[in-house]
């Protein structure tokens, strides 16, 4: 397939390779994280870009993929239906323009670094569900969706849908003493080989035809957001997590391990889920390093690698360690400074001995712990940090004017600007 690129964004992009940006503060990645709901038109895509250019940020992950849906013409998967109506109605029906081509163009003419920030494992969100004939994968692939500790399918949690509804399983062990995370994804399983696939296969389109500097995964975990446990299965998911025990990932635990069940040794089913997730990043590095040699792969992660790996199965520092990630962007999101400083000094004491290592913070707790925490980042050693998100430093329902956090940073962190640390 031919890159998607215009001359204009060829031509700013050869400037900017030319010239780069000239920095007067040392050099540190300044990423800000924006999402799919940052925008639903072109003109969207340039006021978000110009906004973070002229607050100093270098580095924009501009989500272009969120729950099986993509914000760029896809030959594997159909647009997303935020960007033609309210409703997943019009989930596939092309908007008639493409925001990731346009996000390119506008970042690259301003000298900042655009990555296509993708969601990983989530299929869908809501239980309005796309039309059967949108390709979506909750039609087309039924099977291939994380099961919880009693074999259930994983749906979307819905906020318009009673907790104690028995579309969540029926009787549940913890659903008078757990609250649901609100409207929340339902996930494909690593565990399943088509899945594996699949995602490479996704990741590939996108750096084989765009002109990015990078892929930036997020939610690339087996998740522990959803809390709820099927009455009698308690004990099985405190021991062994909530997911996936769908039965293509029971059967090849089984075959691989000789274990009759994963209750049979909580340590090596912990290890065996986090082996399906890293031999699906190492096919995207394979895919993605045939088409797009060089091409920067980052991802959003738990803040103690420890943590990820046991309770989220990210074995990030394998990962790098391994050259199959090129940096690790924690979120580290706290209103408490002395927690960021514990979170980031722990990571940095187990620092891998290749890979960039981006401390995340959350922009929304004000200026007081951002700013404090964009120093402790500087401070302890990581090569920059990572905010989120773009909508707390402008306000996207009110024309994209600039928010107090925004002038707070551009007078303290942000007043200089600075080159990347690659």
């Known amino acids: ?42 003109d969207h895509v340039r006021a978000i870009v110009e906004n973070a250019a002229s607050l100093n940020f270098n580095i924009l992950l501009f989500q272009v993929r969120g729950n099986g849906t993509v914000f760029y013409p896809s030959e594997i998967e159909p647009w997303a239906w935020e960007l033609t109506s309210d409703g997943p109605e019009t989930t596939g029906q092309d908007p008639g323009w493409d925001p990731l081509a346009l996000a390119i163009e506008e970042a690259h003419a301003r000298g900042l670094e655009l990555h296509a920030y993708m969601n990983f494992f989530p299929a869908w969100r809501t239980q309005n569900y796309p039309p059967r004939d949108s390709g979506q994968l909750w039609w087309e692939h039924p099977d291939w969706f ?45 565990g399943v080989p088509e899945v594996q696939d699949y995602l490479a296969s996704v990741f590939e389109e996108v750096a084989a035809n765009y002109e990015i500097d990078g892929i930036h995964f997020d939610y690339i975990r087996y998740p522990a957001e959803i809390r709820e446990v099927t ?22 635990f089984q075959h691989e391990t000789g274990l009759l069940a994963p209750d049979a040794s909580p340590e090596a089913w912990i290890q065996w889920r986090c082996d399906q997730i890293t031999a699906t990043v190492r096919k995207i590095r394979e895919r993605v390093d045939a088409v797009h040699p060089g091409l920067m792969l980052t991802a959003a992660l738990m803040p103690n690698p420890q943590d990820a790996h046991d309770n989220n199965n990210q074995d990030y520092l394998t990962w790098m360690e391994e050259g199959l990630l090129d940096g ?95």
Not at 171 to 177: A, F, G, I, M, T
Request: glycine residues 10%; negative net charge; contains cysteine.
């Open 1 to 42: 397939m031919a890159k998607l690129i215009s001359a204009a964004a060829l031509a700013a992009l050869l400037l900017a390779t030319v010239i780069p940006a000239q920095g007067t503060a040392d050099p540190e990645a300044r990423a800000l994280w924006i999402t799919r709901f940052d925008y639903t038109e072109p």
């Open 146 to 190: 994380m099961c919880d500790s009693s074999g259930r399918r994983m749906i979307p949690r819905d906020t318009a849908v009673p907790y104690s509804s028995p579309v969540y399983g029926g009787p549940l062990d913890n659903v008078s003493r757990e609250a649901p995370p609100g409207d929340w994804y339902a996930f494909i399983s690593p």
């Open 231 to 252: 009455q009698g299965y308690g004990e099985r998911v405190r021991e062994l997590g909530n997911w996936s025990y769908d039965p293509v990932s029971l059967a090849r």
């Open 328 to 422: 690790a962007v924690t979120m580290g999101y706290t209103a408490s400074s002395e927690l960021f400083r514990t979170r980031t000094a722990n990571l940095m004491g187990q620092r891998p001995s290749q890979g960039y290592v981006i401390p995340g913070l959350s922009l929304g707790n004000g200026p007081g712990p951002a700013i404090t925490e964009i120093e402790i980042a500087r401070e302890l050693g990581g090569d920059g940090w990572a905010g989120f998100a773009y909508a707390s430093l402008f306000d996207r329902e009110g024309g994209h004017v600039r928010r107090p956090l925004a002038d707070a940073l551009a007078e303290g962190p942000l007043a200089e600007p600075a080159p990347r640390p690659w």
